[in-house]
């Protein structure tokens, strides 16, 4: 494990993870691999981060990054109490790219402004989890909005900086770490209501999801409102 300032400045294992931590919690953005594709990182309890994800990607803060955190018993802390016994059932799926829409409404301040819910994940990374931990990261898949996303960090971060400023929009630098194999983003799958619904298929396949809940696959793919 490795961490590149995008000044050229270096800092190896031991260090590492402190110093991204450190980065994360003023409010910068580090460009890393995750278990599912490489992501852009913000703090979730920082606005600032979480807008230059958008800024990044350039796309709309009105579309919110789901938020990576440690352990079910986490998610449990932001996630309103009525959705808590679904969670857990969809927690057995953890850790793993599923992502699970929730009503979080005091990560929405920082993450979704106006809204009430947040995607939340546990991610299949021990090293990813032990730098969540008391830390909700908001994590968006690290390529321009409506691109394609590259199959790894150095690749990504050559995709934006061949259209933005990455260094002027706030881009602290880049995580070079052992990654996950998947090659596409989280499944995420909204339970605001009794019915849940899939927001976007993903890496985990909607079957699995199926038993999980006991839902049917038209049920659980049926469009927004209906």
């Known amino acids: 494990m490795r961490f590149e300032w995008f000044d050229g400045r270096s800092v190896n294992e031991a260090e590492a993870l402190a110093v991204v931590g450190a980065a994360l919690d003023e409010g910068k953005v580090v460009l890393m691999p995750t278990d599912t594709v490489p992501g852009l990182v913000a703090s979730a309890l920082r606005a600032d981060g979480v807008e230059r994800i958008a800024q990044l990607k350039g796309r709309s803060v009105l579309q919110p990054p789901p938020v990576l955190v440690a352990s079910l018993e986490e998610a449990l802390t932001w996630?309103?109490?009525?959705?808590?016994?679904?969670?857990?059932?969809?927690?057995?799926?953890?850790?793993?790219?599923?992502?699970?829409?929730?009503?979080?409404?005091?990560?929405?301040?920082?993450?979704?402004?106006?809204?009430?819910?947040?995607?939340?994940?546990?991610?299949?990374l021990a090293w990813l989890r032990e730098l969540a931990q008391h830390r909700p990261l908001a994590a968006s898949s690290a390529n321009p909005h409506g691109q394609p996303t590259a199959p790894t960090p150095r690749a990504a971060l050559a995709a934006l900086a061949s259209r933005v400023d990455v260094g002027e929009l706030g881009l602290a630098g880049v995580l070079d770490a052992v990654g996950g194999e998947a090659t596409a983003p989280s499944t995420i799958v909204e339970v605001v209501d009794e019915r849940p619904r899939v927001v976007r298929e993903g890496a985990l396949g909607l079957e699995v999801l199926a038993r999980c809940l006991g839902a049917d696959l038209d049920t659980l793919r049926r469009p927004a409102g209906a």
């Open 79 to 124: 996630c309103h109490p009525r959705r808590h016994e679904v969670l857990v059932k969809l927690a057995t799926l953890w850790p793993g790219p599923l992502s699970v829409v929730v009503e979080a409404p005091r990560l929405a301040r920082t993450v979704n402004p106006g809204g009430v819910t947040v995607a939340l994940r546990v991610p299949d």
